[in-house]
């Protein structure tokens, strides 16, 4: 199985930024100009990147296209991008500005009805699906929703499983007290989902520090791993990451 280095770009009020455990009160500031960051990681050989609006998560209405449209222009990278998909209409624009694959976070937790029929529409290959997820008192991995302020009544489990039995592909599964945080990504969360459902394409995402992290997603069945802090910070080299 292939392995994907993602290197990510979160953008807001048009500069890259990066969230504490995605309070938007914990902004870190990095750059104004996203398309110049995609070109560095283009150049450093990375073949995708992960691209997130952070203004339409908060508000709705995806608004990176114009920026889509730069870096299918100026580089060779595919793009797995989201942020306030809503609607089908949503991911049909995406994709219509240049998109490899839309990226649908808190609605597929509140409404998997409508996105399990946009995978049936628009193709696995063309939806990754991102759920963030805590552990609590129980054991039970929950799934915060409304900017992590409520939990949904399913679990994490259950909607996996309604997912993978959809014909979901790609997953994005974010340990949200690692998110930011520069603590390792959730490698046991990682191994229980690859055991409960091998056909998904999983994606580490939160806590990624350098590359032996990057090694111990891959290690756990991973197919890819998301890199954002450690990224930005230069505590993790992207060459290195992409050779492992």
Partial sequence: MSFIVYPAIDVREGRVVRLRQGDFAEETRYGEDPLAFAQRYADAGAAWLHLVDLDAAKAGGYTLQPLLRGIAATTSLQVQTGGGVRTRDDVAAILDAGASRVVIGSLAVRDSASVLAWLGEFGSERITVALD?????DGIWRLPV????????????????RYADGGLRHLLCTDIDR???L?????????????????LQLQASGGVRDVADVVAARGAGCAGAVLGKALLEGRLSLPGALQC
Avoid: K, V
């Avoid at 997820?133 to 008192?137: N, Q």
């Avoid at 409304?146 to 499983?161: F, I, N, S, V």
């Fill in 146 to 161: 409304h900017g992590w302020t409520e939990t949904a009544a399913e679990t994490l489990d259950d909607l996996l499983r």
């Fill in 179 to 181: 998110d930011g945080m």
């Fill in 183 to 199: 603590t390792g990504p959730n490698i046991a969360l990682y191994r229980e989902i690859r055991a409960a459902h091998p056909g």
């Fill in 133 to 137: 997820t805590r552990r609590d008192a």
